[in-house]
């Protein structure tokens, strides 16, 4: 009874043997080895199971090297996201996987694919961005003033990492604009001044500084003040085109009045000199002075 015994103790731990290598786990095939040697099963199925073991042993061994390079990937993803994009590939065929290398992979997929998303932002606002800066420097833009889209761009590039080198030209004509805006306001403020006090010299000089600015700055480009804020005669709600056609008016009447006044004084000295009653001509000169 007790060889009986035995013997199905041996059979049962060879089963065990079996089982435990094809299962591929490695506690329950060490469970089963030394189940089978207390048993006294035979020493060539002991040796297959030893090397069954010695196969589990380098196969995590092999885990473990894959787990610390996915670490390693994963610690430089933000800037290298092609390392671990190989090593998630790398490690695919490798079967079974250890609870702690499948949790890496999970890890690393997650951050692959945000770091990718996160690429393909960061490229598609630098050439969106670029390709702004290309249209306005050509004198091709859409809209009257590129400065909003510019600024929205600008923003964009550095929401999604875009590197300042890159953002430099962007931010130095961005500033070029303002820059230009404000010379424009203060030479449409220059000008209406000038309109409004009736002073052909400034009149004059401003209109120069406004056609110099004109021809500095992107053409197209509206004055800071909307056209759809002017109503009325006011000097203040007129847009820069129609003051320019204001401001151009009445340096004309100003020019027209000074030459009217020039001439009446010159014919004024002409009847003096002639000994003519000068009275009508100075009605003409006060005339002349309150027509403007």
């Keep these: 009874a007790g060889a009986r015994q035995l013997q199905q103790a041996r059979k049962a731990a060879e089963v065990e043997l079996e089982e435990a290598a094809a299962e591929q786990s490695r506690a329950r095939l060490e469970d089963a080895l030394r189940s089978a ?7 060539e199925k002991v040796r297959m199971a030893n090397a069954h073991l010695a196969g589990f042993t380098k196969h995590d061994k092999k885990c473990a090297a ?59 606002a630098q050439a969106s961005l670029e390709q702004l800066i290309r249209t306005i420097s050509d004198n091709c833009v859409d809209c009257a003033d590129p400065v909003p889209e510019l600024e929205t761009q600008i923003e964009r590039a550095r929401i999604s990492g ?21 010379q424009l306001a203060a030479a449409e403020h220059r000008l209406r ?5 009736k002073d052909a010299d400034e009149i004059s000089s ?25 109503r009325g005669d006011c000097l203040d709600q007129l847009p820069r085109t129609q003051l320019v056609k204001a401001a151009t008016s009445t340096l004309r009447h100003l020019e027209q009045a000074a030459s009217r006044k020039q001439a009446a004084g010159e014919k004024l000295l002409g009847q003096l000199a002639a000994g003519t009653d000068p009275a009508p001509l100075g009605v003409a000169l006060d005339v002349d002075d309150n027509a403007v």
């Design 206 to 230: 401003a209109l120069q500084q406004l056609q110099v600015l004109d021809e500095a700055g992107f053409k197209s480009r509206p004055s800071s003040r909307s056209i759809s804020q002017a």
């Design 66 to 124: 894959m787990a610390a390079k996915i670490r390693r990937a994963i610690s430089s993803h933000l800037t290298h996201p092609w390392n671990l994009q190989l090593a998630l590939r790398e490690v695919e065929p490798l079967h079974p996987k250890t609870q702690e290398l499948d949790r890496l992979i999970r890890h690393g997929r997650q951050l692959l694919e945000k770091s990718l998303e996160s690429h393909t932002q960061r490229v598609e």
């Design 162 to 182: 875009v590197e300042d080198r890159d953002l430099c030209v962007a931010e130095q004509l961005l500033h070029a604009f303002r820059r230009h805006d404000s």
């Design 37 to 43: 040697k207390s048993v006294g099963v035979s020493g």
């Design 193 to 197: 001044v000038a309109v409004g006090a």
